[in-house]
């Protein structure tokens, strides 16, 4: 089992999700600090200036991007939103 560390600009970008997407979030980071690359999660690695991070689905449109460290069992959590915005 993983330890879930959330970043600030994480926890403010989860405030402005509505109710619907902040449920799917509770149960998506359940999952996920049990298996990072469980397959409803649909980890993907990130490459270019975000490699090193990790992004998993929240629903069709939204992504959150993490940083796995494995040696200490640690995911940082980075990030919440929109696909199109979240990557810049």
């Known amino acids: ?41 649909h980890t993907k690695s990130l490459s270019g200036k975000l490699a090193g991070f990790y992004s998993f689905r929240l629903s069709r449109d939204y992504r959150v991007i993490f940083e796995l460290i494995s040696s200490e069992g640690v995911i940082y959590l980075l990030k919440v939103g929109d696909r199109k915005d979240i990557y810049r």
């Open 1 to 41: 089992m993983y330890k879930l560390v959330f970043g600030s600009k994480f926890l403010r970008s989860a405030e402005k999700l509505d109710k619907r997407l902040k449920l799917k979030l509770k149960s998506s980071l359940d999952v996920l600090s049990q298996n990072p690359f469980h397959p409803n999660l």
